[in-house]
């Protein structure tokens, strides 16, 4: 399992709370120990870390990193599962405006706190309908992080960095399940896109949540786990 940006490995405590240990072993990963930091070495940490075939599961940022961790390891992922996930910007202009707009958000986390990016990042719009319950257990999670950490994490994967898939998605023919809540309409129509190219891919509505389907609807991730 592969968290989201400004998150660690206990994002996924409500989903392995769910999962049934007789037929699942629950491993969660932080990207933060990644070396090098990026997805060569987010590849490399999940090939040494997983077992010979293995369930892979990515939320957010970590959907975007699965869908590259499966280009690179099809022969392992047995099933993939993409919560509030895209397969990237494939508009190279528009890739180019992220990147440095990731670029000056970095500089200004490592300006601040962890207390001046949580407060900003609970103003963003894409999470502004979430329950206060859910700000919460976000920020008690980035605040697992140093400003340093945070601000490294968002230039190693940032969407202008990782390489779009879209014209890749047909290579994986492993079953697929795309998860997003129905709160979140722009995810929702990138996740209908996304399971439409998958070869073996289906949709997931999920209701009555938004962007952090992990920790508003665990259940639903941890049924899309079985085929």
Known sequence: MLHGFAGTAR???????????????????????????????????????????????????????????????????????????????????????????DERLAGEIEAGTVEDFVTRWRGTPLFAADPDWVHELIAQDTRRLTREQ???????????????VTDRLGELAMPAVVLAGSRD?????????LARALPGGDYVGVTGAGHRVTLEAPAAVVSSFAG
């Open 11 to 101: 994002h996924w405590d409500g989903v392995v709370a769910l999962i049934d240990r007789e037929r699942y072993s629950p491993l969660a990963l932080e990207l933060a120990d990644a070396q090098p930091l990026g997805l060569a070495g987010a590849i490399e940490l999940i090939a040494a870390s997983a077992p010979e075939r293995f369930v892979l599961c990515g939320y957010s940022m970590g959907g975007r990193v699965a869908l590259n961790v499966a280009l690179a390891l099809p022969e392992r992922v047995s099933r993939l599962v993409l919560v509030s996930a895209s397969a990237g910007i494939d508009d190279p202009v528009a890739r180019r405006d992220r990147l440095a707009a």
């Open 185 to 193: 309409s722009g995810y929702c129509a990138l996740g209908k896109r």
């Open 150 to 164: 945070i601000a490294s994490t968002l230039r190693a994967f940032s969407p202008g960095l990782l390489p779009a």
